[in-house]
């Protein structure tokens, strides 16, 4: 199912409308006084806008899948809350299907795109509508094993950009082939054009599979909402698992520790942004908001650093928890945030230390893109 521009702008305002009555209600109990209480609501207003997006911002992406004697053509959609997720609508071909038809079905997905509104469905109609259905694969990490993948830009000019990836290294998803570059069409292009550069994408990602050992873990390029992109180096080891964004809004990369397959996680890595601080890196704020979702610290120190792209570091550790944040203001609505998350430190002590020296490392490693 897809949402109406109507239906999608309802969810939106019922989302902010909630939002606000919660932070009035949360004004209220703080008993700021009227002036303080009208700056705090005006604020968190100017940063709802900022929260939800309600336009399509370029490029927009198809994805073209190949794998198990077919094709899917997957067009992509901005969510309400800045992130890409697959429409509901796609296109089945077999997978040795003409240039033509293969470029008129990525023609059709670009002209889907635009008439519709940014994506506001739930997770659960997310997954309702899942192209993962027309597969035999029963987890994403099974199809990204099976799948090869060309994407397709088109940027602000309504130029075309043909890129081939390959599977990353845990099967979570795909990466550029290092040295290849894009191929790029004017808007004039042909749905013919189009469907011989995804043949020849195709083309390509065979040889360099047959002829590479890809880095089991290669670095990820992440956009951040100020449109920076910055380059993060996966964990270097087995039991961490690639979350993507974790399904949390606040979060741009997730790394899981898990000692053995099926174990709750007794850690995570994460890049993320700090929105429990509000922006306010003062020691008093930041252990007031760390002690709200983590209880009462038994450790606790903030201190200023030069560690990788980060200018502050903060520590919080009690029974519950040994967390460790590296802060960045980026923008003046954007605290950038890497984190690490230990759970039951106490009875983890040699692991805490461990996952603490990769954890300096994977903090140091991040950087921004030119």
């Not at 796609?90 to 670009?110: P, R």
């Not at 601080?277 to 709200?292: G, M, Y």
């Amino acid at each position: 199912m897809e949402l109406t521009y109507e239906e999608t702008m309802q969810r939106i305002a019922k989302l902010k409308n909630d939002s606000m009555k919660k932070r009035k209600e949360e004004l209220e109990r703080m008993d700021l006084g009227y002036e303080r209480t009208m700056y705090q609501i005006q604020k968190h207003e100017k940063e709802l806008e900022h929260k939800y997006c309600t336009e399509k911002p370029f490029s927009w992406s198809v994805s073209v899948f190949k794998g198990e004697h077919q094709m899917i053509v997957v067009p992509y959609i901005t969510t309400i809350f800045w992130y890409m997720t697959a429409m509901a609508r796609y296109h089945i071909l077999d997978e040795n299907e003409s240039a033509e038809i293969i470029g008129q079905a990525i023609l059709d997905s670009f002209e889907h795109i635009s008439k519709s509104p940014v994506d506001a469905r739930t997770p659960a109609e997310r997954d309702e509508d899942s192209y993962m259905k027309e597969t035999k694969c029963n987890t994403y990490k099974a199809f990204n094993k099976k799948y090869m993948c060309v994407d397709v830009n088109m940027r602000e000019q309504r130029e075309y950009s043909v890129s081939a990836a390959i599977n990353s290294f845990d099967n979570n998803g795909y990466c550029d082939i290092e040295g290849v570059k894009s191929v790029n069409f004017p808007n004039t292009a042909s749905a013919v054009d189009i469907g011989n550069a995804v043949i020849n994408a195709f083309g390509i990602i065979e040889e360099y599979k047959k002829s590479q050992k890809p880095d089991p873990y290669p670095p990820v390029e992440v956009e951040l909402l100020s449109d920076q992109k910055i380059e993060i180096h996966p964990p270097r080891d087995r039991h961490f698992t690639d979350m993507q964004d974790g399904s949390a809004a606040e979060i741009y990369r997730l790394y899981e520790y898990s000692p053995k397959e099926g174990a709750e996680p007794s850690a995570i890595f994460y890049l993320g942004i700090a929105a429990e601080l509000d922006c306010d890196l003062s020691e008093e704020n930041i252990r007031n908001a760390w002690e709200e979702l983590h209880g009462k610290a038994e450790l606790f120190e903030v201190k200023s650093v030069e560690q990788g792209i980060f200018k502050l570091r903060a520590e919080i550790k009690n029974k519950s928890v040994h967390r460790i944040s590296y802060l960045l203001q980026s923008d003046e609505s954007e605290l950038l945030d890497c984190t690490m998350e230990l759970y039951k430190p106490n009875t983890r002590k040699k692991l805490d230390e461990k996952l603490t020296g990769m954890f300096e490392e994977f903090a140091r490693q991040c950087r921004f893109k030119a």
